[in-house]
C-alpha cells in the first residue's frame, strides 16, 4: 500500500497487475463517494465495474500507464478540482480515456440541480443561501490567495468555517496571520465567485450543507443524510451526474463496447 493513503487502497502497481489480468469493463475512481454515485453505472454497462484507486494523482498515473493494460476497456474519472478554473491540463484535453466532473467535484456533480432541492421548504432554501453566502466570503478569498501563490488550507467542514451553520459566521482568524491576514475580496469578485459556488466550491463543504440541511428537518430527513449519495444516485434526475454517466458510455463505446 502507499504510504499516506488509505489503506484499504492497492498500490498503482498492483492495479495495473490486477488489470492485466482482466477483460471486465472498469471505470477507475478516486475515492468513495465517486463509487456510491455510479453504482448505478454497473446496470447501465453489464459486466462493468467500478474500482476505486485512492487518489486523483493515482487515477492519473493509470491513465498514463493505460498500453500496460490495453486488453480491457477503461474509463477513469477525475474530480476537476482546482481545473475547473485553471482548465484540464494540456496532456490531459481530448483523452478518449478521460472523463471529468462538470463542477469541482463528483459531489457537486451529484448534489447541485439534483432532486435532494425537492425536500427543501422556503425557509431551508433561505438558510442554504445564507450559508453560501458566507462560504462565499471564505471561498473568494482562497481564489484570490491562490491567484498570489498563497496557499490557504481548504480541508475544514464547514463549521471550522463559518461556525454554527445555523448562524453562520466567517471565522476569518482561521485564515489569517500576521503575514497574510483576511481581506475582504471586492464586491465583484464576491459575486462573480458566487455565481459559480455551487459548482465551483470544493464538494466536501457542499455536501456537508445539504446533509446539514437534511438533520435540522427532523429524524425522517437525518436518516437521508447519511445515505446522501446513495438517496440522490436512486432518485436519478441529477443533470450532471447524468453528463457525467453519458461521457462515460461514450468512452466505452469508442473502445468498441457495446451498451
Do not use: C, P, T
Given at each position: 500500500m502507499n504510504a499516506g493513503r488509505d489503506k484499504i487502497y492497492p498500490t498503482v502497481d498492483e492495479i495495473v497487475a490486477t488489470l492485466a489480468r482482466s477483460s471486465e469493463p472498469t471505470v477507475l475512481v478516486e475515492g468513495r463517494q465517486d463509487m456510491s454515485a455510479l453504482r448505478k453505472l454497473e446496470d447501465l454497462v453489464v459486466g462493468s465495474s467500478i474500482m476505486s484507486c485512492?487518489?486523483?494523482?493515482?487515477?492519473?498515473?493509470?491513465l498514463e500507464r493505460r498500453l500496460e493494460f490495453a486488453n480491457v476497456p477503461c474509463v477513469f474519472l477525475v474530480d476537476l478540482d482546482f481545473w475547473y478554473y485553471d482548465g484540464i491540463p494540456d496532456k490531459y484535453e481530448g483523452n478518449v480515456y478521460l472523463v471529468t466532473t462538470s463542477g469541482y467535484s463528483i459531489e457537486n456533480d451529484l448534489l447541485f440541480q439534483s432532486r435532494?432541492?425537492?425536500?427543501?421548504?422556503?425557509?431551508?432554501?433561505?438558510?442554504?443561501?445564507?450559508?453560501?453566502?458566507?462560504?462565499?466570503?471564505?471561498?473568494a478569498?482562497?481564489?484570490?490567495?491562490?491567484?498570489?501563490?498563497?496557499?490557504?488550507s481548504i480541508q475544514d467542514g464547514i463549521r471550522g468555517i463559518i461556525g454554527d451553520p445555523a448562524n453562520p459566521s466567517l471565522k476569518?482568524?482561521?485564515?489569517s496571520d500576521a503575514s497574510n491576514p483576511f481581506v475582504e475580496p471586492c464586491s465583484e469578485f464576491l459575486r462573480s465567485s458566487r455565481e459559480c459556488l455551487e459548482m465551483g466550491i470544493r464538494g466536501?463543504?457542499?455536501?456537508?450543507?445539504?446533509?446539514?440541511?437534511?438533520?435540522?428537518?427532523?429524524?425522517?430527513?437525518?436518516?437521508?443524510?447519511g445515505g446522501l449519495?446513495?438517496?440522490?444516485?436512486t432518485l436519478g434526475d441529477s443533470p450532471h451526474l447524468n453528463r457525467v454517466?453519458?461521457?462515460?458510455?461514450?468512452a466505452f463505446q469508442r473502445q468498441g463496447l457495446s451498451i
Open positions: 485512492g487518489s486523483k494523482d493515482a487515477v492519473l498515473s493509470l435532494v432541492f425537492d425536500f427543501y421548504d422556503d425557509e431551508d432554501m433561505k438558510k442554504y443561501n445564507q450559508v453560501l453566502d458566507e462560504l462565499n466570503r471564505w471561498w478569498f482562497v481564489l484570490l490567495q491562490r491567484g498570489r501563490g498563497i496557499k490557504v476569518e482568524e482561521r485564515f466536501h463543504q457542499y455536501a456537508e450543507l445539504h446533509k446539514f440541511l437534511l438533520v435540522q428537518k427532523g429524524k425522517f430527513y437525518k436518516s437521508l443524510a449519495y446513495v438517496m440522490v444516485g454517466v453519458s461521457s462515460i458510455k461514450e
